[in-house]
């Protein structure tokens, strides 16, 4: 349910927007990890860069911070390695159920093939 009242709306300036979309065209850097960073909704990150190509946002002499580019793609590894992990852990976690349940099954066997020679 909305929060009542007016609804706040924020201005954000050409050079911000060029920034932001300047950012988002780094390679290896996706739209929703600028965004976040920029804490601002990724469509509208999405619009500002159709703007861009439409040329009503200009782009071009916008410099990017090398740190803050470095920084985004860093986060998008990080990203990248903590779902493989998750996938690794949800592997180990199964092998060790597998495992755990023929340990139970093979040790019944072999004590029951033991009672069977006495």
């Known amino acids: 349910m909305p929060k009542p009242g007016p609804r706040t709306t924020y201005r954000y300036t050409d050079e911000f927007k060029a920034t932001a979309v300047r950012l988002s065209q780094v390679r290896g850097v996706a739209v929703q990890d ?22 009503l946002i200009v782009t071009k002499g916008v410099e990017v911070e090398k740190e803050m580019a470095a920084e985004l793609k860093e986060l998008r590894q990080i990203k990248k390695d903590y779902e493989r992990l998750k996938l690794e852990h949800g592997l180990l976690k199964k092998a060790i159920a597998f495992t755990s349940a023929r340990k139970a099954t093979s040790s019944r066997s072999s004590s029951t093939a033991k009672d069977k020679r006495r």
């Open 34 to 55: 600028v965004a976040a960073s920029l804490a601002i909704h990724p469509f509208m990150l999405s619009r500002w860069r159709k703007q861009a190509r439409e040329g």
